[in-house]
């Protein structure tokens, strides 16, 4: 234990706090009484003999020490100090003192918060779209700012804005007339300045979405008052990160058409006739799915089913249309659905989503 012991000459260390003290402790080493006579009186004159002596005298005094420091349970010597004195006789010694203590490093708690959040509505027109809120701070100051795509490239002064958090209890926050300022505009993402939240820091942890509404934002032109009712967006929130991450932050929606009209990635529905979408510009041909069997319709019947037995039934009618490659994997997926159904209860919605992720990672590649 005594190698282990730490050892300063101040009063502590750091990253480290001290328990208790146990005393003062003391310790010497003698050399023999003809030593002082044996040298030159300056130390350049010292023989490498001599020198050698006097380390070894310094070591035993510091092993002493630490021998000290171990019976009194200390696992470190604070406040040292070692001294070269005479002695009675004229023998010579090393003098080492000190504090023996019981420290324990300190724990250090991260007392930093930070979450980011995808908003999980939007609107269809070409308003400036709240896509992200991000929140930063310690326990004690927190603060948010907004993300919103500006598909007009328009200059944005501000935006009012109601915000509804959900925490993982599905518990509804709403906070009233929050208003978010832009420094930087005439950019297709446009990031506000941090303001000051109202959220707690036990609020934060638990938070799992938002939702923006935008009443009024201000342009150079002056100050629109919106009165346009956002869409919810109709999958998970994982399946929301997920389309993000592949289609860009402002994604909502899958690529959708009936053959009289077709939904972009960015919500809006656009005719049958259109190239590329009138609110984002992406081309219809760029984002279509290009999976041949038409999977949409058989979700569709799954989401009106109760059950994974029931949705089983529904693949099952259609197993002979679809491409053999996804048969094994969708009968996988329902057989696992209907296990988990058996312990864990109703299975229908993370089944369905298993699905349409199939499908769909196949047909974005």
Same mark, same amino acid.
């Given at each position: 234990m005594a190698d282990n012991?730490?050892?300063?000459?101040?009063?502590?260390f750091e990253g480290y706090e001290i328990l208790d003290y146990k005393g003062f402790i003391s310790s010497q080493a003698l050399l023999g009484s003809n030593f002082l006579s044996g040298i030159a009186s300056t130390?350049?004159?010292v023989s490498e003999k001599d020198m050698a002596k006097l380390e070894k005298c310094r070591e035993? &005094? &510091?092993q002493r020490l630490l021998k000290l420091a171990e019976k009194k349970e200390a696992n470190a010597i604070v406040g040292l100090k070692m001294t070269y004195t005479?002695?009675?006789g004229g023998s010579f010694g090393v003098v080492m003192t000190g504090?023996?203590?019981?420290i324990k490093k300190k724990i250090v708690v991260d007392n930093s918060i930070h979450k980011e959040l995808y908003v999980t509505n939007y609107?269809?027109?070409q308003i400036p779209r709240p896509v992200k809120v991000i929140i930063d701070g310690t326990k004690d100051d927190i603060d948010m700012k907004v993300q919103c795509y500006n598909y007009n490239n328009e200059e944005i002064l501000s935006i009012r804005t109601d915000l509804e958090f959900t925490n993982l209890y599905d518990e509804r926050l709403l906070v009233k007339n929050v208003d978010? &300022?832009?420094e930087k505009a005439n950019i297709s993402l446009i990031e506000s300045s941090y303001i000051q939240s109202q959220l707690s820091a036990n609020d934060i942890q638990l938070l799992k979405d938002v939702k923006v509404t935008v009443t009024k934002y201000v342009t150079p032109r002056g100050i629109i008052v919106c009165g346009d009712t956002p869409v919810n967006v109709d999958m998970s929130y994982k399946r929301l990160q997920s389309l993000k991450a592949k289609r860009g932050i402002d994604a909502v929606a899958r690529y959708r058409t009936d053959g009289m009209i077709w939904t972009c990635n960015c919500g809006h529905v656009n005719e049958a006739g259109l190239e590329e979408c009138i609110i984002c510009g992406r081309k219809q041909k760029d984002i279509m799915v290009k999976a041949s069997f038409d999977y949409e319709s058989m979700i569709a019947?799954?989401?009106e089913k109760e059950y994974v037995i029931e949705i089983k039934d529904v693949l099952m009618g259609h197993l002979k249309e679809i491409d053999t490659k996804y048969r094994m994997p969708l009968l996988e997926i329902m057989e696992s659905g209907l296990q988990y159904e058996k312990t864990r209860g109703n299975m229908k919605d993370s089944v369905i989503e298993k699905v349409e992720k199939l499908f769909e990672e196949d047909s974005e590649e």
């Open positions: 012991i730490l050892i300063s000459t101040g009063s502590g130390v350049s004159d035993t &005094a &510091a005479s002695l009675d504090n023996a203590v019981v609107y269809t027109g978010f &300022a832009f019947e799954m989401r």
